[in-house]
């Protein structure tokens, strides 16, 4: 990109402006924050708030350039070596700090040491790394991960693997016995005894689990609106990993709508959401989510206006959302993801964002949007016309209340003035359809009475409520179920 367009771009995880050259510390904090993670570029000479190009004066630059060797020289260990660069736009002169990801992690602060002294990027700011983040990156450099560690607790014949080997099993066609665990690097030997790794562990139904990874969960929301105030429904899904995606998955689909859609001359079922997509990105939630880090659960939340889902752990430093069409692949969990990939809960490797960015093409109305959220890789699939609707919805509604008003005054004066079993049935109703028998129970009748045939005749003429099997009113299962009109009348009377 030129300068021009770099300088639209936001601040963030490999992208930092300064109008001046910062002091010592802010400076080394921002150069080892940048080699612990995916490296990043700093814009010295460029004002961030209002965005402006202000340049530095062209006889300081080679000054600058020595300080800023001198800072990360001085400042920062292991060694970092920087790329730094002039640049000019428009006269002015600009400094590229350039750092590149390193490949001796953990990079920290000289003179407080690795503990109080490591950086990571989150987002556009710099956060003191802990324990569990400097542990890592110490991995990284080993190049091992998490999942491959070993767990010395129990044996792994003394491990509930039942459930699991079933499950592999049935997705596989394979036994999983002691030759497949280590040809999966799920186990390892010492001094003769087989023990786990915590990949085991989690895939596994053993106490162990719940009481090394009480995190390692994926907690389910459907909220009321487009606020988290009020659940409708919630789900915590505490199985272990190999099924959590698929009931993860189900308890959306129980959530969003499926319509009919016209495509051509065909009248066809459709989600509302891209669930291809959205299945895919709650599988990469568990595959690829940082179990390192305690205290912290993969969410998937459903609103009225979208699906999200939030992944403990930043996003891999090779992999780009913004280029989901270029087949990507970069495992956090190297023990797990082979594993989902054998029991093809994941698809081959790097198709994945690729599916979701095409389907997301079928999708004009849902927009994709990712970010890094804290210590939290977070993706949302959001309704573009769900504004649009609400307000059409709220002119209907106030145009149907008028009409309401008008067309049965003498009705709601009546309901105002002394509530009676009209208002009564609608609230019966109002949650879910009853039958006439139902509904007079529910009214406490010891049987239909003449008065509730009466009033439910009314209903349907007032258009209140209607028959859920309008073709055949007789019908041994037919019951009654309130209208939009209903539901407005309902409230006009509460109010």
Wanted: charged share 30%; hydrophobic share 35%; with cysteine.
């Amino acid at each position: 990109m030129t300068i021009k367009e770099i300088i639209k771009q936001p601040e963030g995880r490999r992208l930092e402006f300064k109008e001046v050259l910062p002091e010592n510390a802010e400076l080394a904090n921002t150069i080892i924050a940048f080699a612990n993670d995916a490296g990043g570029e700093l814009y010295i000479g460029v004002r961030n708030n209002p965005r402006e190009i202000i340049g530095l004066p062209e006889e300081e630059l080679m000054k600058i350039e020595e300080q800023v060797s001198n800072i990360i020289f001085d400042r920062c260990y292991p060694a970092i070596m920087p790329d730094i660069t002039f640049l000019t736009e428009e006269e002015k002169h600009i400094i590229r700090v350039t750092i590149f990801r390193g490949s001796t992690p953990p990079y920290y602060l000289k003179d407080k040491g690795k503990l109080k002294g490591t950086y990571i990027r989150v987002g556009s700011s710099n956060r003191l790394a802990d324990e569990e983040i400097i542990a890592e990156l110490e991995r990284r450099k080993r190049n091992i991960s998490f999942d491959s560690e070993l767990i010395m607790d129990k044996a792994v014949s003394e491990l509930n693997l039942e459930f699991f080997k079933q499950e592999y099993q049935d997705k596989t066609g394979e036994a999983l016995d002691i030759q497949t665990l280590r040809k999966l690097e799920l186990i390892k030997s010492i001094n003769g005894t087989e023990y786990p790794t915590n990949a085991l562990i989690l895939f596994s139904d053993d106490d162990l689990r719940r009481s090394l990874f009480p995190f390692a969960k994926v907690e389910c929301a459907r909220f009321k609106g487009i606020k988290t105030e009020e659940f409708i429904d919630q789900k915590s899904i505490l199985t272990n990993i190999a099924t959590q995606a698929e009931e993860a998955y189900n308890f959306v689909l129980r959530h969003i709508n499926k319509g009919a859609v016209v495509e051509g001359v065909y009248t066809i079922s459709r989600w509302e959401y891209p669930v291809k997509a959205i299945r895919e990105a709650i599988r990469n939630a568990i595959v690829h989510r940082d179990y390192s880090l305690t205290g912290k659960d993969v969410k998937v939340a459903i609103y009225d206006d979208m699906v999200e889902i939030t992944s403990p752990g930043l996003l891999p430093p090779s992999i780009d959302y913004a280029a989901m069409e270029s087949r990507q692949s970069d495992a956090r969990n190297k023990i797990i993801a082979p594993v989902f990939k054998r029991m093809g809960i994941i698809d081959q490797w790097g198709n994945g964002l690729k599916l979701m960015a095409d389907e997301l093409k079928e999708y004009p109305q849902i927009e994709f949007r990712w970010k890094e959220t804290g210590l939290s890789f977070q993706v949302q699939f959001v309704k573009l016309d769900y504004v649009a609707e609400q307000e059409l919805q709220q002119e209907l509604q106030q145009e149907l209340q008028q009409e309401l008003q008008q067309e049965l005054q003498q009705e709601l004066q009546q309901e105002l003035s002394n509530q009676t079993m009209y208002s009564d049935v609608l609230s019966k109703i109002m949650e879910t359809p009853l039958s006439r028998k139902e509904i007079s129970e529910g009214l406490g009748q010891k049987q239909v009475s003449g008065q509730l045939n009466k009033i439910l005749s009314k209903l349907v003429e007032d258009k209140l409520i209607e028959h859920t099997i309008p073709d055949n009113k007789n019908h041994p299962e037919q019951k009654f179920r309130i209208t939009k009109r209903g539901r407005i009348f309902l409230k006009l009377v509460t109010k």
